[in-house]
């Protein structure tokens, strides 16, 4: 089942249960905030008994999804696939001893990636930053957590990184994660998986240019070393969120060393079981 934020006709945002290639407008049923349903442990079982009442059927086409955030912080786990940790290692130097003993840690890397309204949604422009030389996607699967701390659904994000102002200091490290537009999330949420149907799911990563695609790659949510729980329970030790908080679990698809993002590039991030994100890119 996926719930999205879309805005109608007068830019009035709605939450919606999407259905194929429509969407049912949850509104007349009393559901303004994905927020009062995420925080019901099971709201599957909420929304097929909403479902069940007359509600309007919009087309997918006809409505402008919004990011489906609201007021939860945006965080994000790092290196957690061997991928990560290596590419991490050859970018520095300076770094690389981090990278290395923080994939094998107890305790796993967490920073903190966004405000909820800086996060862009499908279609919108993710950014690169103009003082940067080597701009890449990070595409990760999210956990959506309520403010108990329950993993209650998934969507897709990118984790737009810059990676030689990364590379040349760790403490570099929020210059070169967040600035504007540097995550998407989206297209929806994904309720009622549980944490073995997502590993069974592959992320797809493709980037175009002019109509072309330059870098393709994929892996598979098996490959998250760390528990999908273990992760949350870190994000929320010594820390309240009252309105939840979305956690990005990192990337196992890192583009080769002579690739760097431009202007106008299309970064597409698909996650079987949740949809597809797609994002045009801009200099910011
Ligand atoms: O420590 C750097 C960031 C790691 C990261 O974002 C990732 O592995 O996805
Ligand atoms: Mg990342």
Known sequence: MNICRFKDKRGEVHVGLVEDSTLLDLKPAGITQLQSLLENDNPVEEINWIARGKLPRLALSDVQLCAPVERQEVWAAGV?????????????????TAYDKVYAAERPELFFKSLPEKVVATGEPVGIRRDAKWNVPEPELVLVMNSKGKIVGHTIGNDMSSRDIEGENLLYLPQAKIYTGSCALGPWIHLGADEATAREWKIRLDIQRSGKSVFTGETSVSQIKRRFEELAEYLFRSQVFSQGAMLLTGTGIVPPETFTLQERDVVEIEITGIGLLRNPVMVV
């Not at 957690?80 to 690389?96: G, I, N, P, V």
């Open 80 to 96: 957690t696939y061997l991928r990560s940790k290596t590419a991490r290692m050859q970018e520095s130097d300076f770094s690389a």
